[in-house]
């Protein structure tokens, strides 16, 4: 059933479904419970929070980068239904304000070899049953103008992007055949290289593209795909910007100025990007925003991994008995990780990288792309998708205006989207 609209001037529609989806009814947005972000109770404060939520909820709000389909696929995970565990499902969703949604298809190389690409089509059937399921609040978006509709209709819409060029398997036909199905955009590459493209993982390598990398990004032009450079190696994004005729983007990454690790792209890169009409999507991952936390996550990751590894192999043969193994293990490790999560840095270092990118490359170049589902560990009050609108109330304080503020929470991601798949 179709939802029914009410014509509210100045707001967003937001949908509201009884729990078997049989029917939906649009309220405004303004209507939506906004999360506390930490501030006192004074009544300037709380009329700065007002303010930032009505902006909030007007804004068309676009998350570049998550990896929820995981939890879909691997743990039976409704997105219809509101979850303690995760940090998105179409309920937060709503209600922290998210219109537009980037869902990565992600194949581990190692874990899957073999079964890469029988693991991208589960991930492919993952997604598509949730879409059927709830057709009534999310749509699969190949265009701006459809993602654009579907916002309007009180909906969620869903961009799909592969995460790691390895999933094409070295085969351009794959690689139509993945927009085929609704693909429009790819990392080139993960934490590892792969035979055509380094990986800022694997840095000391200094790899960039081969012959085959550069005929991907041509493919990629032609086909209308977005040249997504999160997790590249410096000389992978040097190669791609020489080859790439169209504007390419970072999902996912942070300022390796601010927090000096292979993973977050140096400023010389950016401005590179930026310079073509790209955009950098801030990652909400403390290890990429703050250095020094990275570090003491490192050493606690160094000091499980013995671990881990002789449970991977001795259970190897025995994957739903591994799982459980696994999961008490990083739940050992997150009780080890308490003392310094509980003075772990807080959302405003998100937008202490917004600052440094909107400096460095102007209002146009910069959004958001959470990686939520798929790293470990946020800062405090950026839990999950439904603290997003913090990130609004913090760049108002800061100054930014409402054009500015529209223009980071996703109408820079829809302008260079519009540019490169239409």
Known sequence: MEPTFFPITG??????SFPNHASAIVLPMSQKRMPACGKAGGEDDANEMNTASALHQDALVFDAHSDTLLRVADKNYQLADRHTEGDMDLPRMREGGLDVAGLAIFVHPRKHEGRIRERTLQLFQALERQL?????LMTLARTTAEAETIVA???IAIFVGLEA?????DSLDLLREYYERGVRYMTLTWINSNNWAGSSGESEKKQGMTDFGFKVVEEMNRLGMMVDLSHASDETVRDALRVSAQPMILSHSCSRSLCNIPRNIPDDLA????????????NYCLDYLDASFGERIKALRDQFAPREKELREHYKDEPEVLQQHLEALRTERKQAAACFLAARSDYRIVVDHIDHFVRLLGIDHVGLGSDFDGVEYFPSGLEDVTKLPCLTEEMQARGYDEVAIRKILGGNFMRVFRKVIG
């Open 11 to 16: 707001y967003k529609p937001v949908l509201i």
């Open 153 to 155: 209709k009180g909906k």
């Open 271 to 282: 401005q590179a990007i930026a310079e073509r009409g790209g955009v950098v999507g801030v």
């Open 132 to 136: 059927d399921l709830n057709s009534d």
């Open 165 to 169: 060029g390895d999933a094409i398997q």
